[in-house]
Nanobody, 111 residues
Framework: VQLQACGGGLVQAGGSLRLSCAAS????????MGWFRQGPGKEREFVAA????????SFADSVKGRFTISRDNAKNTVYLQMNSLKPEDTAVYYC?????WGQGTQVTVSS
């Protein structure tokens, strides 16, 4: 099983990025999928999650109203749309589902 995250990069404050995470090796269409992040010198923290149907979502307070999460079960892929990015969003972002973790993708927001 592999989770391949991509879409990170360097962006100015106020900008946007869209992360994607494609799962392979098995289907996760019936599983919750989520995103976590780990900033410099910080512990890994929850960012967002989405139910298998895509109907239910949850977000950390720090990203509510700025980030959205979606999924395409046909592609076994979960997305994280990040808008109005702030320097404090700088972190390595990881996708996770069913106990499996992706390798992480770096997001850097400059002020």
């Amino acid at each position: 099983v592999q989770l391949q995250a991509c879409g990170g990069g360097l962006v100015q404050a106020g900008g946007s990025l869209r992360l994607s995470c494609a799962a392979s090796g098995r289907t996760f269409s019936s599983s919750v999928m989520g995103w976590f992040r780990q900033g410099p010198g910080k512990e890994r923290e929850f960012v967002a999650a989405i139910s298998w149907s895509g109907i239910s979502t949850s977000f950390a307070d720090s990203v509510k109203g700025r980030f959205t999460i979606s999924r395409d079960n046909a592609k076994n892929t979960v997305y994280l749309q990040m808008n109005s990015l702030k320097p404090e969003d700088t972190a390595v972002y990881y996708c996770m589902t069913s106990g499996y973790w992706g390798q992480g993708t770096q997001v850097t927001v400059s002020s």
